[in-house]
Structure formats: C-alpha cells, structure tokens
C-alpha cells in the first residue's frame, strides 16, 4: 500500500523485518531504513553521511531526510521526499537525469572517503611524532 507518512523509530539495530510506515534509525551506525513507500516491499537503506543522506530530527519528533529518495535500482523506480514524516512524491527522471545523480553521489562518496584517509593520515603523523618524542625522552632520562 503506498505509504503518505512515515513514522520514526530510534533503534540500535535495524530490525530484520520492517514494517510499513515506519522507519528505523539507528544512530550508533548512521543509517535507516524503511520499506519502499510505493508499496513495493523493498526494503529502502539510507547511509547517514554528507555524502548520502541528512537526517534532520525537528523539535516536534518529526524527521526529514535529504536529498530525495530515488529508487532507480528497483523495478518501482520510486522518488519520493521525506518531510516532517510526510512523503512528498517527486517526478520521475529520464534515464539521463538518474546517470547524472548516481554519478554526483560517487564523486561525493569519493571525496568523503578521501577527506577520512586525510584525516587518518594526519592523524597518524601526530601520534608517531608523539611517539618519537615519548621514546626519546625515556632514553634521554634513562641516560642514553
């Protein structure tokens, strides 16, 4: 049955079975999921990152994702906004425009990644200076 709202539920773990209307969040591993709100029964994973989806928790308990969901990999080809627990459904794109997305959220993916392993990098200078300076202040007490 094709869905108009959605309704939240914080969880650790996405359950293995979802049901209809509702979607599960789980903040320890930045992601949620809901079933397809066209009524198809596909099961609909937004990873919670810059690079994918924005969760937006409003004061009232409402949320709202962004970008829009568009399921081009399944046979529904659903695309719909969610806002404020409201689905919003959005036009369908031309096989052109889904190219053009799937292609802009690979190179966002991308530069996630590459700013993670720049983090990482720098991080790993800082502590194996840290390390060095450690170790030779121990030989320098200990008199070598």
Known sequence: MRQS????????FIPERLNEGTIYISR????????????CGLEVVTPLNPAKWRLTEHPDGDI????????WGFPCQSHYFLRKNRIEWAGALSPQKVAAVQAADLRDT???AKASWSRRARLGEIMARTWSGFMAAIKKALGG
């Open 5 to 12: 709202n959605l309704r939240p539920e914080v969880v650790e």
């Open 64 to 71: 709202s994702l962004r970008p829009s969901i568009g399921n």
């Open 28 to 39: 320890r591993y930045r992601t949620a999921s809901h079933l397809c709100c066209c009524g």
């Open 110 to 112: 991308a530069t996630l």
